[in-house]
C-alpha cells in the first residue's frame, strides 16, 4: 500500500514538473516580431524609362503606350512615428514588406491605412483568430478605414512552417482583403517567410542559417484597363521588359528562391532559371509551375557565374514582357575581368 502511493506520488509530481516544463518552453519559446506597416497611395511604372532592357529594338510594343498607373503599396516603417520608411532590396519590387520569423515566433504587424479607401491585411498560412483573419468583412481587423490603425497578431505555429517536404524556408502571401481581387491588383500584396525551428540564423535574425541568401519573385498579370491588352502587365514583382533587378549572387552562394503565383486564369506560369537548377522538394528542375495564389520555395547552388535570363516560360506571357536577368558573380572578379 505505501509502495502504491508512493508510485502515485511520484507520478502526480512528475506530471507536474512536466507540465510545468512544457509551459514554460512555451512561454520562453519564441520571438514576439514587430512590424509597422502602412498602406499609400503611389505611382507604380512597370518600365521606368520606357525601355525593353531585353530587347532593346522591340520596344515595349502595346505595354509602353502607358506604363505608369497610379497604385496602393504596403510600406514597412521602422517605428510607430510612421516617419521612417524601412527600405527593400531592389528586387522587391512592388511587394510589400517581407515579413519573417521562425517556427514558435509570433508576429504583431501594426497596420495604418494611410490610403483612401478601407483596406486589411490577410495572411495565408499562420494561425490567427477571427479578429485577425483581415478579411470576411468581419473581426476587428476585417476593415481598416482610411486614417485608421489596426494591430493583427499572427502565430508561427507548426502548421504555419515548413513540412516534411519543405526546405528550411518557405513563403506565404498576405494581401489586402476588403475587396479582395481589386486590392491586389492595386498592388496591396507582399510576403511573409517562415523558418524551421531551430533553423533561425539568430534571435535577431530569422532567416534560415543553411542558405547565404533569399529572393523572392511573385508571377502576376496586372489588370489595369478591363481586360484590355495594352493594359494587362505581364509581371515579375510589378516589373517588365527587365526592369526587376538586383537579382545578385555570388559564385558558390547557396540561394533560396520563394516564387509566387497570382492573379487569374491567365496567370498559370512557369518560372524558368537560365544558368543553374533549383531543388523542389528533392526533385531537380529549373522550372517551377505557379498557379494564382500559389506558393513554392526551392534552393540552388549558384556555382556557374554569368549573366542569365529570369523568365516566365508560357510563350505569349514572354512576349509581353515577363522576363529579367539575375547575376551570379564570379567568386575571383578580378581574375575574370
Ligand atoms: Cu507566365
Known amino acids: 500500500m505505501f509502495f502504491v502511493r508512493l508510485i502515485t506520488l511520484f507520478l502526480l509530481f512528475s506530471t507536474h514538473l512536466y507540465t510545468g516544463q512544457i509551459h514554460a518552453s512555451q512561454a520562453q519559446g519564441g520571438q514576439i516580431r514587430e512590424y509597422w506597416v502602412s498602406a499609400e497611395q503611389v505611382v507604380w511604372d512597370y518600365a521606368p524609362g520606357g525601355t525593353n532592357l531585353i530587347v532593346p529594338t522591340n520596344g515595349l510594343g502595346p505595354w509602353g503606350e502607358t506604363h505608369a498607373y497610379n497604385k496602393y503599396r504596403y510600406f514597412a516603417y521602422t517605428d510607430g512615428s510612421y516617419s521612417t520608411k524601412v527600405e527593400q532590396p531592389e528586387w522587391m519590387g512592388i511587394l510589400g514588406p517581407q515579413l519573417i520569423g521562425e517556427v514558435g515566433d509570433t508576429l504583431k504587424v501594426h497596420f495604418k491605412n494611410m490610403a483612401d479607401r478601407p483596406l486589411s491585411m490577410h495572411p495565408h498560412g499562420m494561425r490567427y483568430d477571427e479578429d485577425n483573419d483581415g478579411a470576411d468583412l468581419r473581426g476587428a481587423g476585417g476593415i481598416v478605414l482610411p486614417g485608421k490603425s489596426y494591430t493583427y497578431t499572427w502565430r508561427l505555429d507548426e502548421k504555419a512552417g515548413p513540412g516534411p517536404a519543405d526546405p528550411s524556408?518557405?513563403?506565404?502571401?498576405?494581401?489586402?482583403?476588403?475587396?479582395?481581387?481589386?486590392?491586389?491588383?492595386?498592388?496591396?500584396?507582399?510576403?511573409?517567410?517562415?523558418?524551421?525551428?531551430?533553423?533561425?540564423?539568430?534571435?535577431?535574425?530569422?532567416?534560415?542559417?543553411?542558405v547565404d541568401k533569399s529572393f523572392t519573385t511573385m508571377f502576376m498579370v496586372f489588370d489595369e484597363e478591363d481586360g484590355e491588352e495594352a493594359g494587362l502587365m505581364h509581371a515579375m514583382n510589378g516589373y517588365i521588359f527587365g526592369h526587376l533587378k538586383g537579382l545578385e549572387a555570388n559564385e558558390g552562394e547557396k540561394i533560396r528562391?520563394?516564387?509566387?503565383?497570382?492573379?487569374?486564369?491567365?496567370?498559370?506560369?512557369?518560372?524558368?532559371?537560365?544558368?543553374?537548377?533549383?531543388?523542389?522538394?528533392?526533385?531537380?528542375?529549373?522550372?517551377?509551375?505557379?498557379?494564382?495564389?500559389?506558393?513554392?520555395?526551392?534552393?540552388?547552388?549558384?556555382?556557374?557565374?554569368?549573366?542569365?535570363?529570369?523568365?516566365?516560360?508560357?510563350?505569349?506571357?514572354?512576349?509581353?514582357?515577363?522576363?529579367?536577368?539575375?547575376?551570379?558573380?564570379?567568386?575571383?572578379?578580378?581574375?575574370?575581368?
Open 169 to 210: 524556408s518557405i513563403v506565404w502571401v498576405y494581401h489586402s482583403h476588403v475587396k479582395a481581387v481589386e486590392e491586389v491588383y492595386a498592388g496591396l500584396i507582399g510576403t511573409i517567410v517562415v523558418t524551421s525551428k531551430g533553423m533561425a540564423k539568430s534571435p535577431q535574425d530569422p532567416s534560415p542559417k543553411d
Open 257 to 337: 528562391w520563394h516564387l509566387v503565383g497570382m492573379g487569374s486564369e491567365v496567370d498559370l506560369h512557369t518560372a524558368h532559371w537560365h544558368g543553374e537548377t533549383v531543388l523542389n522538394g528533392g526533385r531537380r528542375t529549373d522550372v517551377i509551375n505557379l498557379m494564382p495564389s500559389t506558393m513554392t520555395s526551392v534552393t540552388m547552388e549558384a556555382d556557374n557565374p554569368g549573366t542569365w535570363l529570369y523568365h516566365c516560360h508560357v510563350s505569349d506571357h514572354i512576349t509581353a514582357g515577363m522576363i529579367t536577368r539575375w547575376q551570379i558573380h564570379p567568386l575571383n572578379q578580378a581574375e575574370s575581368d
